[in-house]
């Protein structure tokens, strides 16, 4: 039930993302930095950073617009697309993006905000929808599951880096549970990753967190023996592997 909701919220965010494609360009941002505007997206991917120090990248696994087209496609290709390597690509591209974005808005300085710049729903709009659509499309199915997320998302780094901004500051924040003894490490839950992460050898470790995951909770619901819960916690210091190992030791 809640794996279909999540679809279905997934899905409804696809049908707008027409609309709201302009309040996640990665393009308008600079264009409104060059004239010393802070616009729609800045303020989106401002709160997806601040949103993360709670909830993770709920956003990905739950509302995303392009998420939700990968998923749909993700048929045509299932390959897994998660590697260090793979992974790295998305950091490199958005430093290089976001310190053009500051150099520009410290240019010009002092900003104002506004929050529909440039916001005009005509044929010039349509034609870059559609490119940015047809780059999705032809990048998932080239790489594999989520594989625009794993390695071009310029948003994921915002909330990636505000996830550790949480954990350094002892925030608690929204991340799975593992229950190393109730897994019998079937491996559903890593056929089931949408992000190809292997949760099952995850669980039994003890360390269920990861930066590529996107909370989406199908891990979760596919377990046939709960092993895996979820809820906001704190970083732990120690998987339950080192702290069995601290314990007989202390023992
Ligand atoms: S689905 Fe559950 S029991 Fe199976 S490997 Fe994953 S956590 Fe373990
Ligand atoms: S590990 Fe679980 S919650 Fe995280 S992305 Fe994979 S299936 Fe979703």
């Known amino acids: 039930m809640r794996q279909r909701i999540r679809k279905g919220i997934l899905a409804f965010s696809m049908l ?16 409104s930095a060059s004239t010393g505007v802070i616009n729609g997206s ?5 709160s997806l950073f601040l949103f993360s120090f709670l909830f993770s990248r709920i956003y990905c696994g739950w509302l995303c617009p392009g998420g939700a087209v990968q998923d749909m496609i993700s048929g045509a290709n299932k390959r897994n697309w998660n590697s260090k390597g793979k992974n790295v690509s998305k950091y490199i591209i ?6 053009l974005i500051l150099l520009l808005w410290m240019k010009h300085l002092p900003l104002k905000g506004d929050f529909l710049f440039l916001y005009k729903f005509d044929g010039h709009y349509i034609m870059i929808y559609t490119i940015v659509m047809t780059i999705i499309y032809l990048f998932a199915i080239s790489t594999g599951r989520r594989g625009m997320c794993h390695s071009l998302c310029w948003m994921a780094p915002f909330m990636v880096i505000g996830e550790t901004v ?4 002892h925030i608690p924040r929204f991340r799975l549970k593992p229950k190393p003894d109730a897994c019998v490490s079937c491996g559903k839950c890593t056929k089931e990753c949408p ?19 996107i909370s989406c909770l199908a891990c979760v619901d596919i377990c046939p023996k709960h092993a895996i819960g979820f809820g906001i916690s704190q970083k732990r210091s120690h998987s339950l592997e080192q702290e069995t190992i601290l314990r007989k030791k202390e023992n």
């Open 195 to 213: 992000m190809g992460l292997d949760i099952s050898r995850m669980v039994k470790s003890g360390n269920t967190d990861s930066t590529e995951c």
């Open 42 to 46: 800045a303020m989106v991917f401002g």
């Open 94 to 99: 958005w430093a290089v993006w976001f310190s």
């Open 16 to 31: 707008m993302f027409p609309l709201t494609f302009f309040l996640l360009s990665p393009y308008v941002i600079i264009l």
């Open 166 to 169: 949480s954990d350094f500051l």
